[in-house]
């Protein structure tokens, strides 16, 4: 089945150690999102890629970064995490072609569950 | 930009009761209105979408939504709860690009 992966399913780091979050897709989309969702919170996107075109939402802190060497893959770096950064990290993926102005369906992996000692 | 709330944080219903969650959705256009649902510690999976055309959308699991522009709302609905369908639900409204905007969320719970 065409799918949305997510390694590892829960990730504990040390503080201020860098850590790195995998999400792959099967569905062959152009467009690949991050969202940190906190406990009992709406997931809030940190950022996307349309294609190679990376687009950073503003209040994103400059501690997270993200690569996305191929169609299938993306990451999520966080350079230094802090205890706030502890949260459930969604990936995303939609197809969109641009061609006309209509919002895509996103389809959500699992998620990775980050811990932060 | 767009906006959603979701006015209810918790709902709890009888298995077998019928289900109604409220959205409302801050948008100048025509919104494009999603419903996901969250079981614990999992991701996002879509219940249904409302891009355009009949205002009752039919969705998975038995849910259906109605988009009533006049009171920007996106309600969910389910005649008959089940068990399985205790989990976290999430209205968000698109804007016709790649912004995609959720509500806080309602967390259902489903009693015997």
């Known amino acids: 089945d065409a799918m949305v992966i997510q390694n590892p399913r829960y990730q504990v780091t040390q503080f201020g150690k860098p850590v790195t979050l995998s999400c792959s897709q099967t569905l062959n989309h152009n467009v690949m999102y991050w969202y940190q969702q906190k406990s009992s919170q709406a997931p809030k996107l940190l950022f996307h890629y349309y294609d190679k075109d990376f687009n950073n939402e503003a209040d994103t802190p400059d501690n997270f970064q993200s690569r996305r060497p191929n169609t299938s893959f993306c990451f999520l770096d966080i350079r230094s995490p802090g205890l706030g950064d502890a949260a459930m990290y969604l990936c995303?993926?939609?197809?969109?072609?641009?061609?006309?102005?209509?919002?895509?369906?996103?389809?959500f992996g699992p998620g990775t569950r980050l811990l932060v000692l | 930009a767009q906006s959603v709330t979701q006015p209810d944080i918790h709902i709890t219903v009888s298995e077998g009761a019928s289900l109604e969650l409220r959205c409302n959705y801050s948008y100048g256009a025509t919104p494009y209105l999603f419903w996901y649902v969250q079981s614990p510690g999992q991701g996002l999976q879509l219940l249904l979408k409302y891009f355009s055309g009949d205002t009752l959308v039919q969705g998975i699991k038995g849910f259906e939504a109605e988009f009533k522009r006049s009171q920007s709302s996106f309600n969910l609905r389910k005649p008959s709860v089940h068990w399985s369908d205790a989990a976290e639900y999430f209205c968000?409204?698109?804007?016709?690009?790649?912004?995609?905007?959720f509500g806080a969320g309602t967390r259902l719970t489903v009693k015997p």
């Open positions: 995303a993926t939609s197809r969109d072609l641009r061609q006309t102005p209509i919002q895509e369906t996103q389809y």
């Open positions: 968000a409204v698109g804007a016709g690009n790649n912004d995609m905007r």
